[in-house]
């Protein structure tokens, strides 16, 4: 009927917890995109299709489906984090391969991403006399927060330890796994703040250097039990 999850956070100080509603992390979808021109000597250009100015083109297409096909009040990411091709500097590359990642907050926009970038990938190596085709995986939606179960785990939070220990906080383009069960049925995915200043525990979860002030974790045991118990005790909230 429900899910609720609780992950130590790096980026919040030790013992504040965040329980925001609504969408809080992107979907994370991954794609790659492999132009098609004609190779020529680097003397003879006009007997060519430029493989590599198209790729390049390419790429400053995409960052303008951000900044003029996006709502810019929805959050839209799109990187090309490789890009190959070419065999000699004094070559016209034929072929380039790239990869990139979409992310977003918003699942409706979501679905109009892939034929979007489609038009644009094909329509600008066209422009060039090269051929493009996109292959576009989905992976991770974006993950949403149901207000109702996260008013319960506020009130939760009340019980426990008090009002003060909450901290909301802003929305962000990481993605979690956690979301494919949000996305089909009503969940909270909670952060409890683990940065502690005065034992040095200042770094993100990513860092090398990431270290945990445990005394937290207790908290967020006793947390997701008590949104359990409430939960399972008629508590009624929206359908969301």
Known sequence: DAVCGA??????????????????MASADKFDIEVT?????????HTGRDALVAAAAIISSLQTYVS??????????ITIGTIRGGSQRNIIAGRVKMEGTVRMH????????ESGMQKIIAGTAEAFGCEAVLSYQYMLPPLYNSPGLSAIAGNAIRKLFGDHIR?????VMASEDFACLTENIPGLYI???CANKQLGFTENNYSSRFMVDESVLKNGSALTAQIAADYLGGN?????
């Open 236 to 240: 009624e909230w929206p359908k969301d």
């Open 68 to 77: 003029r096909n996006n709502d810019p009040l929805n959050p839209l990411v």
């Open 37 to 45: 021109g004609l190779a020529a000597h680097g003397s003879l250009p």
């Open 191 to 193: 952060n409890i703040g």
């Open 167 to 171: 901290r909301d906080m802003p929305p």
């Open 7 to 24: 992950h130590v956070y790096g980026g919040l100080e030790a013992p504040y917890i965040d329980i925001s509603p609504g969408y809080r």
């Open 106 to 113: 918003s699942a409706e926009r979501r679905k109009f991403i």
